[in-house]
């Protein structure tokens, strides 16, 4: 009984760090979320797009921020650059190659804060079946209540890699070898607050 109640006591004692922790849905049903990315085309202007459908959740305590972790799966099949001959390139093998590998995803392992609202989100792309560290760089946009009785934390962060660390090699010259990702992300509080 007393190694019962030891090993109950460490259980809780471990898992205090978490529980003032709130778990968040990503807002991509009210269109609250956004990935973007643009890369330059031929290094005479630049090409923007977006990914319309994607789903994720993080946690976030503004007093632990060094706990926080993040999850976001993509569906690759929505690239959406606003041309659709250029969206159906970008979906075939030449690019992301959608039919073998229909969802990106971003696990995190990591999440430094630098101070002033930035942080550091490291964690693991997995991309074009190639999975590689990415670091984002973080800013805190805000948190507080909305007018639904919900709460929400929003946060905006920007990373870049080049394409043919993800297996993805068609050539479009230099300027175009290294694309980058605008992440606009609110969550709703899944606990009261």
Do not use: C
Request: glycine share 10%; proline share 3%; hydrophobic share 35%.
């Amino acid at each position: 009984m007393k190694t019962l109640l030891s090993l109950t006591a460490a259980l809780l004692i471990g898992l205090s760090g978490n529980l003032h922790a709130t778990e968040y849905k990503i807002d991509t049903a009210g269109a609250h979320a956004f990935i973007q990315f643009k890369i330059k085309h031929l290094g005479y202007s630049w090409l923007h797009g977006r990914f319309d459908d994607f789903e994720g959740r993080f946690s976030y305590d503004p007093k632990k921020p060094e706990d926080s972790d993040v999850t976001v799966v993509i569906d690759t099949a929505s690239v959406n650059s606003n041309h659709a001959e250029r969206d159906k390139h970008l979906r075939g093998k030449d690019f992301l190659n959608v039919e073998k590998y229909p969802q990106a995803r971003f696990e995190s392992t990591a999440f430094i804060p630098k101070g002033n609202g930035k942080a550091e989100l490291k964690g693991e792309l997995t991309l074009h079946g190639v999975t590689r560290e990415i670091s984002i760089d973080v800013t805190e946009i805000g948190g507080g209540k909305d007018p639904w009785g919900g709460y929400r934390q929003g946060f905006t962060g920007t990373t870049e890699f080049a394409l043919k660390d993800f297996g993805i090699d068609f050539d479009l010259g230099p300027a175009s070898r290294t694309v980058q990702m605008i992440l606009d992300i609110e969550g709703i509080a899944q606990t009261m607050m």
